[in-house]
């Protein structure tokens, strides 16, 4: 424990460090299977072909990157918003050897083909089973902090990070229920129709228990944090918070419109979807608001320009989800490359944007020091936000050409375009993909230079301050 | 209308009467300073010991 600020930080020290090496292998992985499509030759079975590298990508983006991250922070937020020491630090430093060894389980067991099938719950049982233990350690950890408070009332990042405790504990068990036939392969507790709505009522519900309210809880103490400013309304915050609890988990099944699921909850998932944009859109005036007469720290702050064009991107995310969760939108965009330039908007864009603020913000105060280099940090942000622009934009320019040209009909009805015609046209957008993927591992490099070197002046300071 | 229809409705309904005394709650005239505290206790919360609490100790004294 770092008892000078009588907070046990050294474990998010752990946390941080572990997910921006996981976060390297989810971008290192995601270029190189962005050329394996602009340049199939580059597949090499059985491993290394894209089939087994884009689940390892996925699952050490949003579970090394994303959950490492926000392991980090909630304990990092916790601590401070009780004011109080974690719960248990030994049970924490278990959860850190566990959660990497789950994420190089999955990695491992992904390229050996081990698969359920299901996105963002490709892990077989064994795996799948420590990823529970994984989560009740933590859970429980987080939840005794809050328990034993020396705070009346929670911030609002506080009911953001209980909610994602309860949501991803429901949604994971609920979703991974199957029953194994051996060590290596088990099969779906449902069946058809069932699976497919219970499978996307998780997929959904891991964009908003994993990928919007922990950055969101994240964002909105940071924000304050960097500005020195307190947030415009928690008022805001707190309604925000309950109207998206209420909505979010009835929005799953925009993933299966027109699929056999009943009508009904067609209908059903894209009304709340786009019921989603009110309280999406209050987080977003409430950090604009707290900007009030702050706006030049834009400028000035690069921590700032990290959180503002994040919850920016969260914004648009949150236009564009549910715009395509509509019927007829969804109809022509469904299937295409605009889904990933959609996705890579909210991870890049949204999520990886505040996280790197909250590293930028945690790291020189955890290790009694100052930032390495602030020209470097801002040399990574305009690298990771062209890189990200460059990938979605493209993407959804290809989207509507793969869209429209799917669609386009002869007079006697009959198809325009055979399908691999409308594969050959999406080439250079690919190669333009490739590229932004690297600009963007670029940012990232120099992100994690100035952290690695942020780091060696913490420990060397502090070394000529014993000697 | 069958009586898992009437359930699913009497579920929905008490949700949305619950989310309902929530806003209302939150926006109460009465309950405004108190709502907007949090976000300025926040503020001051980098160290946990005695001496600089940053404000009331309410629990585990």
Known sequence: ?467 | MDSASIYYLGVTLILFLVFAAIVARTYSRKHREKGEEPKFRMMDDDKPTDENKGGRDVRRK
């Not at chain 1, 090499?44 to 990157?65: D, E, M, Q, S, V």
């Not at chain 1, 299901?118 to 064994?126: D, H, T």
């Not at chain 1, 408070?149 to 991803?168: C, D, F, H, K, N």
């Not at chain 1, 950055?215 to 415009?232: E, N, Q």
């Open chain 1, 1 to 467: 424990m770092n008892q000078q600020e009588g907070y046990a930080d050294d474990i998010v020290k752990g946390f941080v460090i572990w997910s921006m090496v996981w976060g390297l292998v989810a971008v290192l992985v995601g270029v190189f299977i962005s050329f394996q499509i602009a340049f199939p030759q580059l597949n090499f079975p059985p491993y290394l072909t894209y089939g087994r590298l884009r689940p390892i990508h996925t699952n050490a983006g949003i579970f090394g990157w994303g959950i490492g991250s926000f392991m980090a922070f909630f304990i990092y937020i916790t601590q401070r918003l009780t004011r109080t020491s974690l719960w248990s630090p030994g049970l924490a430093k278990a959860q850190l050897w566990l959660f990497n060894i789950v994420i190089a389980l999955a990695a491992v067991t992904l390229a050996m083909g081990m698969n359920r099938s299901k996105e963002y719950a490709e892990l077989e049982w064994p795996v799948a089973s420590l990823v529970v233990v994984l989560w009740v350690i933590f859970a429980v950890n987080i939840v005794m902090t809050i328990v034993k408070r020396r705070e009346e009332q929670m911030y609002i990042s506080l009911w953001y990070i209980l909610a994602t405790l309860v949501g991803v504990a429901v949604l994971y068990l609920v979703n991974n229920a199957a029953i194994p036939v051996s060590l290596t392969k088990s099969y779906s507790a449902y069946a058809g129709a069932n699976d497919a709505n219970v499978q996307w009522w998780y997929g959904h519900n891991a964009v908003a228990m994993v990928l919007t309210t922990p950055p969101l809880a994240i964002f909105y103490y940071f924000l304050p944090k960097a500005t020195g400013v307190p947030i415009y309304s928690h008022r805001m915050s707190v309604v925000a918070f309950w109207s998206l609890i209420f909505m979010y988990l009835w929005t799953g099944a925009h993933h299966l419109l027109w699929a056999p699921v009943p009508d009904w909850v067609q209908t059903l998932a894209m009304g709340f979807s786009v019921m989603l944009i009110a309280p999406s859109w209050a987080a977003v005036f409430n950090g604009y608001f707290s900007m009030n007469g702050q706006w030049h720290q834009m400028r000035e702050n690069y921590l700032v320009k990290f959180l503002i064009f994040g919850i920016t991107f969260y914004g648009m995310q949150t236009l564009q989800g549910p715009s395509q969760s509509i019927r007829t939108f969804s109809a022509f965009i469904h299937f295409t490359d605009w889904v990933p330039g959609h996705v890579h908007m909210g991870t890049l864009g949204w999520v990886s944007l505040v996280l790197f603020a909250a590293i930028y913000y945690t790291i020189p105060r955890l290790y009694h020091t100052e930032i390495y280099s602030i020209p470097l940090a801002n040399v990574h942000f305009w690298l990771v936000l062209t890189g990200q622009l460059i990938f979605s934009i493209t993407m959804w320019i290809a989207g509507v050409q793969q869209a429209a040209m799917l669609n386009a009909t002869n007079p006697d009805g009959s198809l325009h375009y055979s399908f691999i015609e409308t594969m050959v046209e999406l080439y250079p957008y690919w190669h333009m993909r490739a590229l932004g993927g690297v600009i963007y591992l670029a940012g990232l490099l120099v992100f994690l230079y100035n952290i690695y070197q942020t780091i060696n002046g913490g420990k060397t300071q502090a070394a000529a301050q014993r000697a």
